[in-house]
């Protein structure tokens, strides 16, 4: 056992798991198909010859329910992805050859938290509250910490903590706390190679305003290839107040889809 | 950055992708519900007032399709599951509290490859070939490897190379090569967390056998609590002739459900 | 061409559509997997060599959406569906061999419209508001026509002009109306073969009491073996002042189902 | 009492189901989401308060699944939709506002059953047998009946016997017996409203043909805008001697789908 990792893992590693469980009933956008399991086949529905049973699944659910990645494919300004391609002709065959979540490959970088409601002494961000570039520069600051490129950078606003309220977490007429153009593109000028947070739609919805105006997406996907996260949970890790960590993310390997639940964990040695 | 795991990760890791991709028409069981992908939104679509536009997808599947883990909740013997719990009651609700997938923690742990076809000299074993506890025994030593407590061991039979092919790969009529009972028992005995193989049933399927008798299911999911993956593919990891690594592997976090797709990797410091 | 229907066929009929248009976003109860539709293929993602292409389409739904028919495997009471069979036995299988959907006779049958608002000279009724036996009475004797044994009875609150509105219709906090219990009794006791709304549950919900209370589910599909059609457009019918017609309901044959969604038609020869 | 048709459903009218019955597992086109079913919610997983329960589905499928009707956004020819609508620009939006299944008026039609095997005195047709015009004009004459403008002509080859047993009704290697090019014209030519068959694909599939080349539906979606009904069951209607019917179909109404399931009637009134 010569290699260092595997030296370590045996070692005793230990994480904190930073997706959401996946239920019927949660909450997502409505822009998306929703998250539903069943179960065709039950124990007791019928045994084999030899005393055996199988029970299995079906589920029917779009990409972006639960914690999840979008690929670089899911949107497009002016009808053009991210490097320019024809948005419309990069779909055709019902797929996206070039751009799908097939090619965001899985994810251990050097993690990031800003913890904006720790930084700023409260339990939560407000409804629509846009997080600055102040915000998110003494975030950092305060722990030290300075963000660089291919970093994971996970921005905390609190709203997590609804989650488990189910349409007030989506928050389509209550507005959404959130990052804004400018935090994008502090965050693009900085090079990260993904950007996450704890909210449905990743940046800030201002109240009203549904879910149709989405700068911070058009500055992370289309003009920078930045990744983006949503739906995080971040609470376990702002209580345990960890700011840095190893940030493991596999995304499905769906070919050609715009994105992907994921569950990524934040991993620690000690 | 003091924690060694974030040291080693910063300093270059490189992994071998275990998983299959996701595609409409991939060969799976005939036991489960397809996996489908389709585009519901493409780009030119509608485009909203400031230019912008989001494809989305829409998805139907089983949860045993691709490279995916079983739950325990999956098998039951004798009307029982693991730990003997009545395996009728256990699936009320439509979903298994207590041992369907979200009970999987996500692993970061010593993976071993046995590579038969490696060690046999052949391209891949035969149809329906069973792999004795010879087999795993020589494949083991010939590397200077012992499996252990809580290790995560891959049986390399070869006949991932046939998943392109279909139907041959799934195998109903030929036959398929795994270990069987007693290599389940093998593996058992030595306290192995899961064990995984590159056919998508796993096990050793006899020639005309169809998928209805699985006694590695059995010894595995119900008698030791030992999680199994499915069709994976370790074509590349052989070929890179690596038998020791760290494997991280994170299933998806489905309340209830039997089992997951995954997409494992064999992670490498050096 | 002896056959006297298709005499009159021949000659024209025409018929005015009961059905509500199945679209991905239609109001629907939340109990039930919402419909989605997608074009896994369009036009122009492939063509074959001799020039010609096939689009299609994938979905995915419960069976209680849109315009539907419930079956009588649909609702159990303590324990026992209707004819007393043990509910819980009565599934397993992960189908309803006995009461299932499929076992629903396509219906060529009369059918009665009782218009409650056309009644009661109001545009529709009020939320919440329960239809009483006097109504029902009236509705009918206002029309000269009686409620006979076989016959599919129509109740129109006029909610159905709600329908565009989308969770207004669905009503979950402001109530819906229709009948109670003593309308169902009303109902059962004429020994109707099936009874309709144009309201979601098809009977009376209470303002603030979601759809957790079905009595009239109860007494009609449980004690009296009556079929329960849900969502019907009956604004047109209403508008032509029909009140006596052919009523044609074809339910899908889904083996063990709880239900399929109809397109049912009045259909007149003059 | 006073209309007619009316009248004579009440004094009592029968019919011969055409609509295979859907169930998970059956025999469908490899080219569409195939039909899976699960019950989410059974009775016993949980009772109301009052001791009511509800059990409910969960469906995904194709629309080209079971007894079905295409659409005619289903086929292009050339970049062409019927009438010379650009194909590719008809599906935008993810549906068909034009010529999608929405668009079919439910059919109460004379429909003529032209018997094939029973007019060559065989069980069924042979694989990859295409049936002639002499045929089709033979099996009319033989009954005495002419096909006419506005009629639904259904063609039977026996080949429907072969349901219950899976791939090989599909036939994808064996070939399936049907009318080509020829027959398409001849129905064309005639002025039906929609065509069916008791095959998968309705039209002759050469042996080793696969499902590529489809004339007969060139013919008949895109040049004539001829409904085409596949997978029907006509051997109870053969058995019967039944040559002359009203036939009864419903589509439902998916807007801007290319097909739906459907469960035709040939009704009688004597």
Redesign the interface.
Known sequence: ?S????H???AG?R?V?L???????MPQS?????F?????????????A???????????????V?THIDAL???????R?HGGAD??E???????DELGV?TIA?M???GVLLDIPGLLGIERCADGYEITVADLEAAAARRGLEVGAGDVVLVRSGWGQRFAEGAPYVGLDSGVPGIGEAGAHWLADRGVHAAGADTIAFERLAPGGGH????A??VLLVEHGVYIIEALDLEELAREDRH???L?L??????????S?V?P?A????
């Open positions: 056992m290699d260092p990792l595997l370590l893992v045996q590693v994480y798991d997706g959401r469980q996946l239920r019927t009933g409505p822009n998306h198909p929703a539903h399991h069943s179960l065709p086949r039950r124990h007791g529905d019928m045994e084999r030899d005393g055996g049973s199988a029970a299995n699944d079906m589920i029917s659910t779009g990409t972006h639960g494919a899911h949107v497009s300004q002016d009808g992805l948005a419309r990069a779909g055709l065959g019902g797929r996206f097939h899985p251990l970088r050097r149709a105006t989405l700068p997406h058009r840095e960590f190893t493991v596999i995304p499905l390997n769906i070919y050609g889809a715009t994105g639940p569950r964990l991993v620690f040695a000690q």
